[in-house]
């Protein structure tokens, strides 16, 4: 099975991603965590990108095709992926298409993620990660349940994403709004999108997309 979660920053796309690896054996595919790992190795990929992810802009279709081309050969995406912030634009839509197609792959599902965006931005700007395991926690909705202990693997110390403050936030769902938005229809033609109330609890919204993927 193959899907592409869509939806604004802060949707929750990355957290049911997660879910869905840990229960059905998919691979998460994440152009931004695989952007964020190339900044974090200062490869000429991630000095090209850092400054245009901190602005909370788009990198550029070339540099994001060529590194998610290159994760899907990888042997564990042929046992289905979720495919988390990437295609992006409408250029990265139509070179997915090709992609696939040259490695026999196809999508089976698009998952909207619909919310609120004035609630994203308090969504985002509380959140930070373990840095050892990456299980997310939230200032306000979800602190661990010993301060400063990782609840999954007894690490100490938190991150935070640079591009996770309110001014980003707001450029990166311009971006979402002006850029990825318009990739639907083209999805839709195709007759493989569905739709999700992702502002419901973390709980529903799993229920409703696994009533999706098993449908
Ligand atoms: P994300 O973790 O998906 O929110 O992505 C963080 C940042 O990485 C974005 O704000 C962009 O700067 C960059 N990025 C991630 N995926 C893409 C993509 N498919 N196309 C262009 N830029 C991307």
């Not at 604004?8 to 229960?23: D, E, F, H, I």
């Not at 990265?92 to 040259?102: F, N, R, V």
């Not at 349940?145 to 938190?158: I, K, L, M, W």
Request: hydrophobic fraction near 45%; proline fraction near 4%; charged fraction near 25%.
């Amino acid at each position: 099975m193959n899907l592409i979660l869509l939806g604004p920053p802060g949707a929750g796309k990355g957290t049911q991603a997660s879910r869905l690896v840990k229960q059905r054996g998919l691979v998460q595919l994440s152009t931004g965590d695989m952007l964020r790992a190339a900044v974090a190795a200062q490869t000429p990929i991630g000095i090209a990108a850092k400054q245009v992810m901190d602005a909370g802009q788009l990198v550029s279709d070339a540099i994001v095709n060529g590194i998610l081309s290159e994760r899907l050969d990888h042997a564990d995406a042929r046992a289905g992926f979720i495919l988390d912030g990437y295609p992006r634009t409408p250029a990265q839509a139509q070179e997915l298409d090709a992609m696939l197609a040259a490695k026999g792959l196809k999508l089976d599902h698009v998952i909207e993620l619909l919310v609120d965006e004035e609630a994203l931005v308090d969504r985002i700007t509380g959140r930070f990660t373990c840095a050892k395991c990456g299980e997310g926690y939230h200032d306000r909705y979800k602190l661990p349940a010993v301060e400063g202990v990782c609840d999954v693997c007894g690490n100490d110390v938190f991150k935070r994403r640079p591009d996770d403050n309110a001014e980003t936030v707001r450029t990166r769902m311009a971006e979402y709004r002006a850029k990825t938005a318009p990739i639907l229809p083209h999805y839709e033609a195709m007759g493989i999108v569905a739709h999700v109330d992702g502002m419901a609890d973390m709980d529903a919204v799993a229920a409703a997309i696994d009533a999706i993927l098993d449908a």
